[in-house]
C-alpha cells in the first residue's frame, strides 16, 4: 500500500488545517488508517486512529477533542481535521496503516511521506 499525504502547512494558533491520506488500493475493512506525527528532536508519536469499517476511533490524550479522523472508503482516503492549533502541535504528520490498532509506530507497516504542518504563536 502506498500512501500520499497533503494538506500541511502554516497557520497561526487558534487556527485550522485538514490533512488527506490517500490509499494507492482498497484498504480492508479489518484494518486501520491513522496519523502520528514527529517534533524536532522528538519521537515520533501517536494522534489518532480509525478502522477501516468505522467503528473504533482513538485519539491522543493531547489531540482530544480538537482533532478529527474521518474516512472516505470510496475514495480510499482518510482525513485528519485539525482544530484550536497550538504551537505544541508544530510538527512532520504521518498517515499509516496497519492490520491492527498500534498506537506504537515500530509496529506499524505501512507509511505516508508526511507533511509538514507549522503553528505560529
Known amino acids: 500500500v502506498q500512501l500520499q499525504a497533503s494538506g500541511g502547512g502554516l497557520v497561526q494558533a487558534g487556527g485550522s488545517l485538514r490533512l488527506s491520506c490517500a490509499a494507492s488500493?482498497?484498504?480492508?475493512?479489518?484494518?486501520?488508517m491513522g496519523w502520528f506525527r514527529q517534533a524536532p528532536g522528538k519521537e515520533r508519536e501517536f494522534v489518532g486512529v480509525i478502522s477501516w469499517s468505522g467503528d473504533r476511533l482513538y485519539y491522543a490524550d493531547s489531540v482530544k477533542g480538537r482533532f478529527t479522523i474521518s474516512g472516505d472508503s470510496a475514495k480510499n482516503t482518510v482525513y485528519l481535521q485539525m482544530s484550536s492549533l497550538k504551537p505544541e502541535d508544530t510538527a512532520v504528520y504521518y498517515c499509516?496503516?496497519?492490520?491492527?490498532?498500534?498506537?506504537?509506530?515500530?509496529?506499524?507497516?505501512?507509511w505516508g511521506q508526511g507533511t509538514q504542518v507549522t503553528v505560529s504563536s
Open positions: 499509516a496503516v496497519s492490520p491492527y490498532c498500534n498506537r506504537d509506530y515500530t509496529r506499524i507497516p505501512y
Open positions: 488500493e482498497r484498504i480492508f475493512g479489518t484494518y486501520f
